[in-house]
């Protein structure tokens, strides 16, 4: 449950009445008491000028608790209560919208999406978080305010993403920023995929978006808890080219280890996608770049949304990572100084050249550092493009 404590007292009477205390916000009332060693923020009970930039009030003076009830942004996150009574203030209809299960924004909702536009995709992830509806007059404001929704900065789209797409009802959130646009506006690679078919053409889904909405759902079955932010991502992404992926992790500020992980997952999801089972080289390789669990679980996903049985194809892979879990897996066994030390000149070769001895290793072909280089060796001459050349045979 999240709760917001607020009060009459203004600040400094606050900050009278606790041995710690610390001014956080001040110009916004707020005061953050530090008890038992865990700091509680405390606000005054605020009214706020108009919002200029989509973001923050003009000012902020003290008001009444009902002031402070209308400038909150749904009913249901407007409700007040009373400890010393234990009684619950509704002045904005927050119980009865919780008891129909419903979204709606406190007084007309284009007033309140203009005053902060993040509050579009939160109504959207709200809603999909408690299975909730969205109110027709609030859901008619987000189709018609989406494109307003690029003036928020990237990282709080990401933050408020990421929130929507690892709850249960995340592609059900999808779902509803499609019909509404604003998947359109914030993620137009993937609102793209509703206009191109399915990848399972025997499958129940009506378009590729349709399908990536179904592996969503088929996530964490019960028992192994909600994905994580990057395997979640990957799911939604996994039918874009992973140069696409890679973008849209950049233009929303992901971290280069975060993207990094959606990038690998979706480009080996989509090597090993399909109707060929993975092999044993592609678990190992999988667990070398610390993916395998997540992969084995979009493999699963994708195949059950595609209405097929995912155990027999999974088996062998799932078997093997398992008999590993636990087991660490060595460095990579050569880097770019060690071929730059063989003699090669760097360049776009030492790519394919260090992938190729990875997947060399995967299959068992290699296992030292010393095998590695002569594998290298026979493979690559010294200034080729990064095109292998199969090695000389022993009587050539």
């Known amino acids: 449950m999240d709760l917001d404590i607020a009060t009459a007292a203004p600040p400094e009477r606050v900050a009278a009445l606790f041995d710690r205390t610390v001014p956080v916000g001040i110009q916004f009332g707020v005061v953050a008491v530090v008890f038992d060693g865990h700091p509680y923020q405390v606000a005054t009970f605020r009214r706020e000028g108009p919002y200029l930039d989509g973001r923050r009030p003009s000012y902020v003076e003290h008001g009444s608790a009902l002031d402070d009830v209308r400038r909150r942004d749904f009913t249901v996150n407007a409700l007040l209560y009373d400890p010393s009574s234990g009684e619950i203030i509704d002045h904005v209809g927050g119980r009865t919208d919780l008891a129909n299960r419903c979204i709606r924004t406190v007084g007309p ?145 992901f971290s280069t280890a975060e993207r990094r992980k959606v990038v690998v997952l979706v480009r080996e999801f989509q090597h090993l996608s399909g109707d060929a089972c993975p092999s044993a080289a592609d678990a190992r390789r999988l667990r070398r770049q610390g993916v395998a669990a ?37 460095d990579r066994l050569i880097n770019g100084g060690d071929l730059i030390a063989m003699g090669y000149v760097p360049g776009p070769a030492f790519a394919v050249m260090l992938r190729a001895i990875e997947e060399a290793w995967a299959r068992g072909e290699v296992t030292t550092a010393e095998s590695a280089r002569t594998w290298i060796r026979d493979r690559f001459p010294a200034g080729a493009t990064g095109r292998p050349v199969e090695p000389a045979s022993a009587n050539g």
């Open 294 to 330: 997540d992969m084995l679980e979009l493999l699963r996903a994708d195949l059950e949304a595609a209405g097929r049985d995912p155990s027999a194809c999974l088996r062998a892979i799932g078997l093997l990572a398992a008999d590993a879990r636990g087991v660490p897996e060595p």
């Open 109 to 253: 909702p284009s007033e309140r999406f203009a005053e902060d536009r993040l509050r579009l995709l939160r109504a959207v992830r709200l809603a999909a978080e408690l299975e909730f509806t969205v109110e027709p007059g609030t859901r008619a404001a987000l189709a018609d305010l989406a494109s307003t929704i690029t003036g928020v900065s990237a990282e709080r789209i990401r933050d408020e993403l990421v929130r929507l797409l690892v709850v249960p009802g995340g592609a059900g959130g999808i779902r509803m920023m499609s019909a509404t646009g604003l998947l359109g506006t914030v993620l137009p690679e993937v609102a793209a995929l509703s206009s191109q078919p399915s990848p399972h053409a025997d499958g129940p889904a009506a378009d590729a978006l349709d399908h990536a909405c179904r592996v969503m759902e088929s996530l964490g079955p019960p028992g192994l808890g909600p994905p994580g932010p990057e395997l979640a991502f990957a799911a939604l992404l996994c039918r874009l080219p992973y140069a696409t992926a890679s973008e849209v992790c950049r233009r929303l500020r």
